[in-house]
C-alpha cells in the first residue's frame, strides 16, 4: 500500500505552490501556447487541461506524488493476477474482458481468458439469434423488446451506451432498475409479453429491486398467457450466482457468467453489456470493448506526464486537495450522453467515497468527488448561474464529440460555440471594470452603472478540462470510459484506498429489510413491531395508516 500521501514531501511542495499559483487569467496569458503544451492525445479523445488551475512546476510535484506512490508498479498490476480488492478478497481485473491477444491470463489455475472468451461466444449468439429472429418467444413470435432488470452498475453502464450510440437498429431496449412501482407499471405498459425478452442482469442475484422487479416481470408474462415452460424462450440471466438464477427457473443455457473479479461498476464490458449488443449488434459491442482496450493500452504504456488519465487524477486531486474545490460539474454537450454523469457518480462516489485508508487506518484528507451534472446546453438555463456567480469552489470537464451523427451542422456549430464559451467564461469571468464600461457605453449614466456592476461581475478563476471525443462511436465511448475508470483507479492509489468495495451501501439495505418487516407486520403486533428509532416508527405508522388498505 502506498504511504500516506500527506507525509510526503511532494505534498508539502504542493502545499506551498498552491499558495503562490496564479490565478486562471494570468496563466492563460502569460502562456499563450497552454493549449497545446497542456493538450494529451489518447486513442479516440483528446483531453485539454490548459483551463486548468496549475502550471509547470506544480505538475511536476504531482508527478513525483505518484511516483513515488508507486503508480508505475500498480497500474501494471491492473492488467495481471492481483490482490487490488483486499476487503472483499477479489482481484480486481476487468480490463481482462477487453483484451484479446495477450498471453491468457491463469488465476488459481483458471484460464480467465478463455473463460471470458466463451462468455463473449455466448454473447454473440444470443444477441445474434434475437436481431435475426432465430430467438423466438415461446408462441413463434420475434422479439421486438428487451428489458434490461438491473440497478447501479447492471443498469448504468448498458443504459447510457444504448443511449449513445443513438436509436437501437435491433430490438427496442427498456432499463427496469427502480424498485419504484411505476416504472415497471410504466414499461409493461407498453409491451407484448408474447414479444419480450426479460434479462436479468445482476452479479450477486440477491439485489432486492432486482429480484422484486424480476418476479413481478415473471408474474406479469404468465398473468398474461405465458406459460412456465416458454419462461426460457423470454427470460435470460447474467451473474456470478448461476445457482440463485437457475432457482429462478432458468436452464444453464439462459446464463451468462460475471465473475467476483469484476466490480459491479466495471462490469459493462461484460455479458452485463448484452443489451447493448441486443440493440446495436455484436460488433459494435466489441468496437466498444476494443476502444477501452487501447485506452487501456495507452494507460498502461505511456508515460505518465503524457497519460490521459493519470493527470486527469492528478489534476482533480489538486483541485480538491488544495484549491478547495466542492464538487466536480460533469457537462456532457451531447444529448446522447445525457447519461454520462449518473454513470460516472456510480464509478467515481462508489469507488472512493472512502474513509479509511487500505488498512483500516482513518485518512486526514477529504477522498472522493462530489459529482454531479447534466446536459449542455440545458444546464446553461439552470444551474450554471450558481457556477458563475456562486460562492462556492468547484471544478468542471465539459465532454464534446467532435464529429456528429446528425445531419444538423448548424447545431453542432452552435453547440460547440456554447461549450467553449462557458469554459471560458468560467476560467476568465468579467470583472467591475469591464462590466462599467460596457454599461456606460450602452448609454448609462456613472452611478448606475456602478451600482449594477457588482451584480454582473463573474469571479471566473473556475478550472476546468475539455475532453473532446473524436466522435460518439463505439470506440470512442470505449476509451471515454475507460479513461475514467483509470482516473478513478489513479486516485484511489494515491489516497491509498480501496476503490473497489462499497460496504457503505450495505446498512441501508439491512435497515430497508427490517423496515419493510414493520410496514408489512399484521396490525396488532405489538410492541414487538417497534424498533430502535422513534421518527423511523413515526414515519412507518404514518405510512401503515395512509396504506392500511394495501397492507
Ligand atoms: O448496492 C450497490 C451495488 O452492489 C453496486 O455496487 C452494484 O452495481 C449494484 O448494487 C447492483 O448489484 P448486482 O449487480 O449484484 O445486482
Known sequence: ?????????????????????????????????????????????????????????????????????????????????????????????????????????????????????????????????????????????????????????????????????????????????????????????????????????????????????????????????????????????????????????????????????????????????????????????????DGARALDLHFRDAPLAENAPVLLALVELWNQAFLGTHSLAVLPYASDLARLPDYLQQLEMESNGKRVRVDGTPLSIDTGTILWGNVGTNGQHAYHQLLHQGTQDFSAEFILPLRTRHQLAEHHAWLAAHCFAQAEALARGVDAEQITQELMASGMDAPSAAAAAPHRVLPGNHPSTMVLLDDLGPQCLGALLALHEHKVFVQGILWGINSFDQWGVELGKKLGDRIHEQIIAARGAGDGARRKDATTDALVELFRQVNADAH
Open 1 to 289: 500500500m502506498p504511504a500516506d500521501p500527506t507525509a510526503s514531501s511532494h505534498w508539502q511542495a504542493l502545499a506551498r505552490l498552491a499558495t503562490g499559483i496564479p490565478s486562471l487569467t494570468r496563466l492563460l496569458d502569460s502562456e499563450p501556447d497552454r493549449f497545446e503544451t497542456q493538450l494529451v492525445q489518447a486513442p479516440g479523445l483528446r483531453v485539454d487541461l490548459s483551463r486548468q488551475r496549475w502550471n509547470a512546476p506544480v505538475r511536476e510535484a504531482l508527478l513525483a506524488l505518484a511516483t513515488e506512490a508507486d503508480l508505475d508498479r500498480y497500474r501494471k498490476t491492473l492488467f495481471t493476477g492481483n490482490t487490488l480488492n483486499p476487503t472483499e478478497g477479489r482481484a480486481v481485473l476487468h480490463t481482462l474482458l477487453r483484451q484479446t491477444a495477450e498471453p491468457p491470463v491463469v488465476v488459481d489455475g483458471r484460464n480467465l481468458t478463455e473463460e471470458v472468451a466463451a462468455a463473449r461466444a455466448r454473447m454473440r449468439q444470443v444477441s445474434e439469434a434475437v436481431r435475426n429472429g432465430d430467438w423466438r418467444g415461446g408462441t413463434g413470435r420475434a422479439i421486438r423488446d428487451v428489458v434490461n432488470i438491473g440497478i447501479g452498475g447492471s443498469f448504468l453502464g448498458p443504459a447510457l451506451i444504448c443511449d449513445a450510440l443513438g436509436p437501437s437498429n435491433g430490438p427496442r431496449v427498456h432499463f427496469l432498475a427502480n424498485i419504484d412501482g411505476a416504472e415497471a407499471t410504466r414499461i409493461l405498459a407498453e409491451l407484448d409479453p408474447e414479444r419480450t425478452l426479460f434479462v436479468i442482469a445482476s452479479k450477486s442475484f440477491g439485489t432486492l429491486e432486482t429480484r422484486i422487479n424480476a418476479t413481478t416481470c415473471r408474474s406479469w408474462f404468465l398473468e398474461r398467457g405465458g406459460r412456465i415452460a416458454d419462461i426460457p424462450r423470454h427470460f435470460v440471466a447474467i451473474s456470478t450466482n448461476l445457482k440463485a438464477a437457475a432457482e429462478f427457473g432458468l436452464p444453464e443455457a439462459n446464463l451468462l457468467p460475471l465473475w467476483d473479479w469484476v466490480g459491479g461498476r466495471f462490469s459493462v464490458w461484460s455479458p452485463i453489456g448484452l443489451p447493448i449488443a441486443l440493440a446495436h449488434g455484436d460488433d459494435s459491442f466489441q468496437a466498444f470493448l
